[in-house]
């Protein structure tokens, strides 16, 4: 095998483009490897687990977390070609998963199975991420007993924050966790200033977790990582007294109207909260008046054919600000992802047109 040096390139990660054209985010070994074993280390696992891995391996999850996560503890690794659920789940029964993971669409669809249940048996812990978590479905896991990881990261960064087994569960359906060991987190205005405790702004990371840059992209990359060496992710984050962070979503999918911020997150959560909704995307809907409105696109759960929006309406009134409540609906069969599970906002909004 040839020399390797640490600062050595080792991967190209594109980014997932729910949002924009994807870039290809260059990663050392260095970077790597650090990502990998701090999120095995946040997941408490050891050489006894067994994990399966049904995360595409063009996913930083896939490629970084799992397949190196496993080998920085030496435990075993369980690939799958393409993710089916009830092929996932007769191998939970083969092997005695003790590790499991994927984005919430992929976790839903393992809830279905019928064999769920008796599978998920010898489960330690299922770590989820790469999209927001909703709560139904971090409750839905704890009502089976099984420990929920939240881990937040992106492309540019294999690992950011996480959540503990042991925490308060709450924690998981209502934060990301606190920031993984030797990096540095802030929030930041849109001036680069450090803001308060509970205030919104934008997540800048530091540390040994940070893409060296953009893969000959050097204006990106300065526009992305500052002269002190702060990795502006483009997510909108606060940070509690604890150190807990609470993602509210994307700086671009911040919808404003009338001089109010709404953040996506927080309406999807309120919508996934409805018995009927399966899944939901909230985007910027263009209003001469407000400037921009609330829009929703829902799936439906199965069996389901219809519901009015008023339903809908009234349920979110009743749990969020009124400025709040989407008043713009369209009801999808299901949504145009990313190779990653990720839903393709860019699409969503296209159907407002």
């Given at each position: 095998m040839p020399p390797v040096k640490a600062s050595d390139l080792f991967l190209i990660q594109f980014t997932s483009g729910t949002t924009g054209k994807a870039k290809g985010a260059a990663m050392s070994h260095r970077v790597a490897l650090n990502g990998a074993w701090l999120r095995a280390v946040a997941a408490d696992a050891d050489e006894t687990d067994v994990w399966i891995n049904p995360v595409p391996l063009n996913h930083m999850g896939g490629a970084i977390s799992l397949v190196l996560g496993c080998m920085t503890v030496g435990a075993c690794y369980v690939v799958m070609n393409r993710f089916d659920p009830a092929q996932f789940v007769r191998l939970m029964h083969l092997c005695g998963a003790t590790r499991i993971g994927g984005v919430p669409t992929m976790i839903y669809a393992l809830l279905d199975q019928p064999g769920w249940a008796a599978a998920a048996r010898d489960l330690r812990s299922v770590g989820s991420g790469g999209a927001q978590v909703p709560r139904p479905l971090i409750e839905r896991l704890l009502e089976d007993g099984v420990t929920v990881i939240v881990a937040f990261a992106q492309s540019e960064c294999p690992m950011i924050s996480s959540t503990l087994p042991g925490e308060a569960p709450v924690l998981a359906a209502e934060r990301v966790?606190?920031?993984?060991?030797?990096?540095?987190?802030?929030?930041?205005?849109?001036?680069?200033?450090?803001?308060?405790?509970?205030?919104?702004?934008?997540?800048?990371?530091?540390?040994?977790?940070?893409?060296?840059?953009?893969?000959?992209?050097?204006?990106?990359?300065?526009?992305?990582?500052?002269?002190?060496?702060?990795?502006?992710?483009?997510?909108?984050?606060?940070?509690?007294?604890?150190?807990?962070?609470?993602?509210?979503?994307?700086?671009?999918?911040?919808?404003?109207?009338?001089?109010?911020?709404?953040?996506?997150?927080?309406?999807?959560?309120?919508?996934?909260?409805?018995?009927?909704?399966?899944?939901?995307?909230?985007?910027?809907?263009?209003?001469?008046?407000?400037?921009?409105?609330?829009?929703?696109?829902?799936?439906?759960?199965?069996?389901?054919?219809?519901?009015?929006?008023?339903?809908?309406?009234?349920?979110?009134?009743?749990?969020?600000?009124?400025?709040?409540?989407?008043?713009?609906?369209?009801?999808?069969?299901?949504?145009?992802?990313?190779?990653?599970?990720?839903?393709?906002?860019?699409?969503?909004?296209?159907?407002?047109?």
């Amino acid at each position: 095998m040839p020399p390797v040096k640490a600062s050595d390139l080792f991967l190209i990660q594109f980014t997932s483009g729910t949002t924009g054209k994807a870039k290809g985010a260059a990663m050392s070994h260095r970077v790597a490897l650090n990502g990998a074993w701090l999120r095995a280390v946040a997941a408490d696992a050891d050489e006894t687990d067994v994990w399966i891995n049904p995360v595409p391996l063009n996913h930083m999850g896939g490629a970084i977390s799992l397949v190196l996560g496993c080998m920085t503890v030496g435990a075993c690794y369980v690939v799958m070609n393409r993710f089916d659920p009830a092929q996932f789940v007769r191998l939970m029964h083969l092997c005695g998963a003790t590790r499991i993971g994927g984005v919430p669409t992929m976790i839903y669809a393992l809830l279905d199975q019928p064999g769920w249940a008796a599978a998920a048996r010898d489960l330690r812990s299922v770590g989820s991420g790469g999209a927001q978590v909703p709560r139904p479905l971090i409750e839905r896991l704890l009502e089976d007993g099984v420990t929920v990881i939240v881990a937040f990261a992106q492309s540019e960064c294999p690992m950011i924050s996480s959540t503990l087994p042991g925490e308060a569960p709450v924690l998981a359906a209502e934060r990301v966790g606190r920031p993984i060991a030797h990096t540095q987190v802030k929030i930041c205005d849109r001036d680069g200033r450090t803001l308060q405790v509970g205030e919104v702004g934008e997540i800048c990371v530091r540390g040994p977790v940070v893409m060296d840059g953009y893969f000959r992209m050097p204006e990106a990359t300065a526009a992305t990582i500052d002269a002190d060496g702060f990795l502006h992710t483009g997510d909108l984050a606060s940070l509690d007294a604890e150190g807990y962070i609470r993602v509210h979503g994307r700086s671009r999918d911040v919808i404003i109207r009338g001089g109010e911020n709404i953040y996506p997150a927080e309406v999807e959560d309120c919508l996934l909260a409805h018995p009927d909704v399966q899944a939901v995307a909230v985007v910027a809907v263009p209003d001469t008046r407000w400037g921009q409105i609330v829009g929703a696109a829902v799936q439906l759960r199965e069996g389901l054919s219809a519901i009015e929006p008023d339903e809908l309406e009234a349920h979110a009134a009743e749990r969020i600000a009124h400025f709040k409540v989407p008043r713009r609906w369209r009801f999808v069969e299901s949504f145009p992802l990313t190779p990653s599970g990720k839903i393709r906002k860019v699409e969503v909004e296209a159907l407002f047109v």
